[in-house]
């Protein structure tokens, strides 16, 4: 059975918000790890699509930055950065610690993305 998970409350210093914290360092100062509850990640696989594709093989050939491809990562980092948060929330975890990417690519046309961490409880010091 998890542990009630702590309610934000604004006026709290070192209260947890709503959202699960999320940190790439393995410990938060305001808060104290209670327990580990495991590996949590989110993955997504994404294509370009047909159209933006064109768009952005022409960009490309005058040099600089592809803002197809750019908006293209940024949202399935997102979108994958949201899936590992609801995996960490259905082991039990309130906070994620030791978040990191990974990418690779599948054949020519697609881009798979993991977000992935430790799901931890978290309370006050």
Known sequence: MSEPQPQYDARSPGALPESIPVTTTFEFPEWRVQR???????LVV????????????????????????????????????????ENARIMGGNAVIGMRFDSSEIGQSLTEIVAYGTAVVVGPQ
């Open 36 to 42: 580990y509850v495991g590996t949590c990640f989110g």
């Open 46 to 85: 994404r294509s370009m699509g047909a159209i933006k594709g064109i768009g952005a093989a022409f960009k490309s050939l005058a040099g600089g930055e592809v803002s197809q491809y750019t908006e293209l990562l940024e949202d399935s980092r997102r979108h994958a950065m949201d899936r590992m948060i």
